[in-house]
């Protein structure tokens, strides 16, 4: 996500001609969207997407059983 909030803002500076990347070839400006399309690639082909959202369900889940726990009265467990 960084990458591309820096390829976005070296568009642009780029556009506007500020400091000194106004002299900068178009390919180094780019480079960080490439960079981004390469991250996104590699995390939805590995899996990586996906476990992290399945990770995420899971604590909210958890969140919410012991949020439902305590207010029964009962202490929720503690990992183990």
Excluded: F, N
């Excluded at 803002?9 to 180094?28: F, R, T």
């Excluded at 400006?29 to 899971?58: C, F, H, I, N, Q």
């Excluded at 604590?59 to 183990?80: C, F, L, N, S």
Aim: aromatic content about 12%; cysteine-free; overall charge positive.
């Amino acid at each position: 996500m960084y990458t591309l909030l820096l390829g976005l803002l070296l568009i642009l500076l780029k556009y506007l001609e500020v400091g000194p990347v106004a002299g900068w070839s178009w390919w180094w400006v780019l480079a960080p969207l490439a960079v981004t399309a390469a991250w996104w690639a590699w995390a939805d082909a590995s899996g990586y997407s996906k476990r992290k959202a399945m990770e995420k369900m899971e604590r909210r889940r958890q969140e919410r059983i012991d949020k439902h726990k305590r207010a029964m009265g009962v202490a929720p467990r503690r990992p183990r």
